[in-house]
């Protein structure tokens, strides 16, 4: 019987998705760089319901899908307030 290979290690998808809706984050609250928060919201997003999927990083999922929707949420508000002229 051949030796079991130790299952991969999901938790850095988790880390790379929590820090892809970090960057969302950044980038949809200041108001220049609004429009460059939206593709890392999309792969934040991605990457964030794809880890929701395993258990071990879950919680980084959820995080990383939290901060996508508020990044995104908070540069829509800023855009169409006219809170900047």
């Known amino acids: ?3 079991r290979r130790p299952a991969p290690a999901v938790e850095p998808l ?3 998705a929590a820090g892809l809706g970090v960057l969302t984050l950044l980038l949809g609250l ?4 609004t ?3 939206l593709p890392p919201a999309l792969l934040g997003t991605f990457l964030g319901l794809l ?3 395993m258990e071990e990083a879950r919680t980084l999922g959820n995080l990383a899908l939290a901060l996508c ?3 995104v949420g908070a540069g829509l508000l800023l ?7």
């Not at 200041?30 to 760089?33: K, P, R, T, V």
């Not at 855009?79 to 002229?85: Q, R």
């Open 1 to 3: 019987m051949p030796p």
């Open 51 to 53: 880890c929701r999927g």
């Open 35 to 37: 429009p460059l928060a």
């Open 14 to 16: 988790g880390y790379l």
């Open 79 to 85: 855009v169409f307030s006219g809170a900047y002229g």
């Open 69 to 71: 929707a508020l990044g």
């Open 30 to 33: 200041s108001y220049l760089l």
